[in-house]
């Protein structure tokens, strides 16, 4: 978007107004001191580390799967052959978001949308499909489970593979992310557990993880979730850091486990890469500095390895137009190069065809073909912190801080980001934000090129939406019964009581649930145990 | 069989869809909408008619959907319209009613109607009213009106309902003060929902207070629920049935007396004549019935 | 007299933004918007018919033929009630909703076509 008059304003998309050019003067003295501090240095706003990418490549990291389990491991596999270097596991939002098995009317009466937008995992015996020949020992594993009340079944599924595999789990590295922007913001699903029985699965994964599993993450707050469902960067961040206090509140109250492991814990999380480039890499640079501050005026934590925030980044799936979508490789890059100019460990770009549906093999390899141009070619991974020093970054690095401090504050006074969520609060501003982003393209003020102008598309390339299998609804439906009718019916229905009675208690979920997945419990009648303990989220929007 | 208040055949659809577009052309206005509504209250009154009213979010809507499957147990047909508010400015509304519906009550016999208020002020829309006595006449013996709420509790519920339940939530008291005296006077059972917030007992303390200070006898009961977990669900519909039947004993006692029906029906005729009257009546286009009321006639004869 | 939209979300999809953002500019152009959320065929087919609207909008979020079984549904039980449709809809499933009559707006439509549209579907505005 170009402005009518050089001189008229232009507006960061955090609504801080940019100047024509930064001197040395506009960066604020608070932060004008903290330009010369080393990458790797707390407040970590330079950077992870002093070497950067010299010393770790950030880690290819796509979001992949559909149909059967097995479709969704062959996926993978494809991924790990062209040079993914972590994989991601993603469940059927039918099912697995609901805590559903295919057999529930809600999922029948859509029974070919099954496996759509992930593989079918009802039982521990579809997760060990999924994972057949992965490398969960060597590789970063995203469990899915990225839906809170989904999260303990796909972890101990995940989990229980492992350890039927002779995986110690002590060593296993990974996550299952659990975010509440996911689907109590995001895609708010047509039923699930009230906000306070996520807190409490939350707080159960960290505690347990911290006993059980140190190298795992055991939630990953998804600001992604937030900004692509209309969040500006500086609410990214606010809202992102309100959920991070829930959560260590939440311990501290508990106080079971030492805080800073707990921090660790919660210090790995998404962020989006949208389009503009500087105020995004401002943004991650942002998030780094506000988390060691958070962490040591808040609990007094100072400990190096936990207050450097590891990101991942995942481009802007909204940014990926439906029209024209061989631009969407340049709008890949071009998000990918800001979340690699702010210093991720971790970057999943969006495929080409982001628009039509789930990406095709094709438009995922491109995915991490992008990755690796940058990677190998264009010389960004040379120096760390490339932009630090730089008079506009520096003081949209400021002014981001700033302004996102304020949001939080503000969700603080709200009764904090749960309470937020329970009211429809977030969902309010988010709704706001796109409205008044749509309607500057509807009125010309702003522009998406094949969208709203430069409609001439001579591309020989016709490109259609990728379509899955048609037998992932059948398929489950099957492995539904055989794992009801040959499992040990009697022990299964003893772990779902015990569930039950757990679920009722203060005690920690993950064991109990370790258990029910040995036992061959499904995924539904998990569900069912949760919907009668805890009842149903009400949701605040009218959609 | 077709008794109006199922559609699980086409035929159904067919008999119910004439209901629904008899309700549209009462919103339409016009000869049509008078004869319709004439043609209602030539049946004897004997839907029961429950008004639900309180401020926009007190949880109408999700009561109604959890008091549901207790109506359709104790009237085997339940028929709703819930009334929200059109925008002043485009006319425009966004009716959101529905989301709270828990639609596995209804595979059962249960009618739902969204309206926009239409400029109407008082709670409710225009053709509230004439809607109320198709529902009644086509054999719906449950209407429950769910009012718009806007800003203050709105008060033209009472005239057309048997029995009219408030709903306010904990704090009621802070923002409903000004309020306090009408609103109490108008409800014939008040509903504390959201009883999991903060605050329950003092609203209760308040609000009871308020109510000893009524003329009545006995002042009217207050519930405590939890529309969103069924919490209380029970005992308030127990008691929203006991007025209902009261009610019915009682039919002086019901708000919605038959001197307003009697009222409404003269009302209508002297619409009706002076649309007669007016030269929009020669036009072609009224020249004869609509389909609307043609198929409610037909309609009619079934159920006779 | 303001004409009347049903919103129905076909999967069990819990994309808002589409359907709001759709139904915000709907009500801004005088329509009544009933929304539903996700619902099934049957849900939408009752809600169609007992509200009397003049026009069945979709959002499709999931698998096409979910949505290709609630257009069969709403053309058999109300033949004369339009219908239009919108979100991530790919080329191939477009063309399976035109073929039924639908007009279909993907990602990237611009809202003032979606009002367009309505106007036209209700009778409000001739079609071209
Ligand atoms: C933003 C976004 C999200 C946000 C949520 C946003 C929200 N609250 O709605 C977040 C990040 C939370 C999210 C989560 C997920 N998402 Co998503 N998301 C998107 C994205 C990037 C943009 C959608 C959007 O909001 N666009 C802006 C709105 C305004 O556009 P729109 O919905 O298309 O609506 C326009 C038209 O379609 C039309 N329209 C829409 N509805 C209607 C209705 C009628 C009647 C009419 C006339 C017109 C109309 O008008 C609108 C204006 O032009 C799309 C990809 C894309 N670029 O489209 C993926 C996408 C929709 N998501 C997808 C998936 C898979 C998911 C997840 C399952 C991923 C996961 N496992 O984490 C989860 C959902 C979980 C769940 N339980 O549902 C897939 C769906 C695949 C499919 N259906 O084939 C997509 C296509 C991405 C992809 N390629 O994989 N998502
Ligand atoms: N905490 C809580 N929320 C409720 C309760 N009842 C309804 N709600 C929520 O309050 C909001 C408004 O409810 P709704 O029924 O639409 O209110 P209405 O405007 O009065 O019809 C929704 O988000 C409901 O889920 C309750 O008992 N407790
Ligand atoms: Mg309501």
């Known amino acids: 978007m170009r402005p009518k008059d050089p001189q008229d304003t232009v507006q960061a998309c955090s609504d801080i107004p940019l100047k024509t050019y930064y001197t040395a003067e506009d960066i604020p003295s608070s932060h004008a001191q903290r330009t010369n501090i080393a990458p790797g240095e707390a407040p970590y706003h330079r950077g992870f580390h002093p070497s950067g990418y010299r010393s770790k490549p950030w880690r290819i990291f796509q979001l992949s799967g559909f149909g059967k389990p097995e479709d969704e491991n062959e996926r993978i596999k494809f991924l790990l052959k062209n040079g993914e270097t972590g994989f991601i596991m993603e469940h059927d939002r039918n099912t697995a978001d609901h805590c559903y098995n295919v057999d529930h009317p809600e999922v029948l009466a859509r029974r070919e949308d099954v496996g759509l937008t992930g593989a079918v995992m009802q039982s521990v015996r579809d997760t060990a499909i999924c994972l057949d020949g992965l490398p969960m020992d060597t590789s970063f594993g995203h469990a899915g489970g990225a839906v809170v009340q989904h999260a303990p079944f796909a972890l101990a599924a995940y989990w229980a593979v492992a350890k039927k595999r002779g995986y110690d789990l002590s060593k296993l590295a990974g996550t299952g992310q659990s975010d509440f922007n996911l689907t109590y913001l995001g895609c708010v699903t047509k039923q699930q557990i009230p906000t306070d029985a996520g807190l409490r699965f939350n707080g159960d994964i960290i505690e347990f993880c911290t006993e059980h599993l140190p190298r795992w993450v055991p939630v ?28 260590l509140d939440e311990i501290q109250l508990r106080g079971r486990i030492p805080l800073e492991v707990a921090a660790r814990g919660c210090g790995g999380v998404s962020f989006r890469a949208s389009i503009k480039i500087f105020e995004e890499a401002c943004k991650m640079r942002a998030a780094r500095l506000m988390w060691s501050d958070l962490l040591k005026q808040r609990y007094n934590i100072k400990d190096e390895r936990v207050a450097n925030l590891r990101i991942h980044c995942v481009t802007a799936g909204s940014k990926m137009a439906y029209q024209q979508p061989m631009n969407n490789l340049v709008r890949g890059a071009l998000m990918a190069v800001s979340a690699v100019l702010g210093g991720v460990q971790s970057l999943g770009v969006s495929g080409y065809d982001e628009a039509l549906s789930i990406p095709s093999e094709h438009a995922h390899q491109m995915s991490v073909r992008i990755q690796q141009i940058l990677m190998e070619e264009t010389g960004l991974t040379d120096v760390t912190d490339p932009l630090g020093g730089s008079y506009y970054v520096e003081t949209l690095t400021a002014q981001l801080v700033e302004k996102s401090w304020a949001f939080f504050e503000e969700i603080q006074t709200r009764g904090g980001y749960l309470a937020c969520l329970d009211s429809g609060w977030l969902h309010a501003k988010a709704e706001e934000n796109q409205h008044k982003e749509f309607m500057q393209t509807e009125s010309g003020e702003a522009n998406i090129v094949g969208v709203t102008m430069a409609h001439d598309d001579s591309s020989p390339f016709e490109i259609d939406g990728f379509i899955g299998t048609d037998d992932a609804f059948d398929v489950a439906l099957e492995r539904l019964k055989e794992v009801k009718r040959t499992r040990h019916e009697k022990g299964a229905k003893n772990a779902l009581k015990d569930l039950e009675r757990v679920c009722r208690s203060s005690d920690n979920i993950m064991p109990i649930m370790m258990d029910c997945l040995e036992a061959e419990a499904t995924l539904g009648e998990v569900g069912d145990v949760y919907r009668e303990v805890f009842g149903d989220w009400r949701t605040p929007i009218q959609c | 069989m077709s008794d109006g208040t199922s559609a699980s055949s ?7 869809r ?46 109604i959907s959890a008091l549901l499957p207790h109506a359709l147990d ?29 639609y596995r009550h209804f595979e059962q016999k249960v009618f739902f109607r969204s309206m926009a208020s239409r400029g109407q002020q008082g709670g409710i829309a225009a053709a509230t009213r004439a809607s109320v ?17 806007i800003g203050q509790v709105e008060l033209d519920v009472m005239a057309l309902a048997d029995r009219v339940a408030v709903v306010l939530n904990p704090g009621w008291g802070d923002s409903f003060q000004a309020n306090k005296a009408g609103l109490t006077e108008q409800g014939d059972a008040f509903v504390l929902n959201k009883a999991d917030r903060p605050g329950l007992e003092n609203a209760k303390i308040l609000l009871e207070q308020s109510l000893q200070c009524l003329p009545a006898a006995t002042p009217p009961r207050v519930f405590t629920t939890i529309a969103t977990d069924g919490e209380g669900i029970p005992e308030l519909w127990q008691g929203l049935a006991e007025l209902m039947q009261d009610a019915a004993k009682n039919p002086h006692s019901r708000r919605r007396s038959e001197a307003a029906r009697e009222a409404a029906k003269t009302q209508l005729i002297q619409d009706f004549e002076a649309f007669l009257a007016s030269p929009a009546a020669g036009s072609p286009e009224n020249a004869q019935l609509g389909d609307a009321a043609e198929l409610l006639q037909r309609f009619y004869r079934q159920r006779d | 007299m303001p004409k009347r939209i049903l919103m129905a979300k076909t999967g069990l999809d819990g994309h808002w933004r589409g359907p709001t953002i759709v139904a915000r500019a709907l009500r801004d152009a005088g329509f009544e918007v009933i929304m539903i959320g996700m619902a099934t065929t049957a849900e939408i087919v009752a809600a169609a018919i007992d509200e009397d609207v003049d026009l069945v909008g979709l959002n499709v979020g999931g698998h096409i033929d979910v949505a290709l079984r609630a257009v069969d549904a709403v053309q058999s039980a109300a033949p004369d009630m339009p219908i239009f449709a919108g979100g991530t809809i790919p080329p191939h499933a477009c063309k399976q909703l035109q073929a039924k009559g639908l007009e279909v707006f993907p990602p990237g439509s611009m809202l003032t076509d979606i009002v367009d549209s309505a106007n036209r579907l209700t009778g409000l505005s001739a079609a071209q």
């Open chain 1, 220 to 247: 990953s707050i998804a600001g992604y979730n937030g900004a692509d469902t209309g969040l500006t960067p500086d609410q990214e961040l606010g809202s992102l850091f309100a959920n991070a206090v829930e959560y």
């Open chain 2, 10 to 16: 086409p035929d159904d659809f067919t008999v119910r």
């Open chain 2, 18 to 63: 004439a209901l629904a577009k008899s309700i549209s052309a009462i919103e339409s206005g016009g000869p049509e909408a008078l004869t319709i509504e004439q043609t209602a209250l030539q049946q004897p009154a004997s839907a029961h008619v429950l008004g639900i009213t309180g401020p926009p979010g007190a949880g109408k809507s999700s009561l």
């Open chain 2, 74 to 102: 104790h009237y085997g047909a339940v028929a709703v319209l819930a009334v929200d508010p059109s925008s002043s400015v485009t006319g425009g509304a966004l009716l959101g009613d529905r989301v709270r519906m828990d």
């Open chain 2, 133 to 149: 006595n198709v529902l009644d006449a086509a054999g719906w013996p449950l209407v429950i009106i769910e009012t718009l709420g």
